[in-house]
């Protein structure tokens, strides 16, 4: 069993930045390849970003590609999206979550979710 818990989400300008955090109990987190997810209102969860085991290896959708990156801290049982030149259209709850598949962009393939952040990107 994983549980995840995100945090800082928020509200920001268009243009500015922030960190998302996404904490996880149990001692395989470093097993686990992490994704990040977000849905905004009246939409479907969408793929943002993935992470292998290791960190070594990362994956993107082309809507967030060059401005958000996905990191972990494997001793910290950690995993971070930096997001910058937010775009109101980034608006969503943000969620991530832990599966097996190595870089894996459908929702399906991850066994273990937050309960997800909201960020607000103002125009």
């Known amino acids: 069993q994983v549980q995840l818990v995100e945090s800082g989400g928020g509200l920001v300008q268009a243009g500015g930045s922030l960190r998302l955090s996404c904490a996880a109990s149990g001692r395989t987190f470093s097993t686990y390849n992490m994704g990040w997810f977000r849905q905004a209102p009246g939409k479907e969860r969408e793929f943002v970003a993935s992470s292998s085991w290791s960190g070594g290896n990362t994956y993107y959708a082309d809507s967030v590609k060059g401005r958000f990156t996905i990191s972990r801290d494997n001793a910290k049982n950690t995993v971070y999206l930096q997001m910058n030149s937010l775009k109101p259209e980034d608006t969503a709850v943000y969620y991530c979550?832990?599966?097996?598949?190595?870089?894996?962009?459908?929702?399906?393939?991850?066994?273990?979710w937050g309960q997800g952040t909201q960020v607000t990107v103002s125009s």
């Open positions: 979550a832990a599966g097996k598949r190595f870089l894996a962009t459908d929702r399906k393939e991850y066994d273990y």
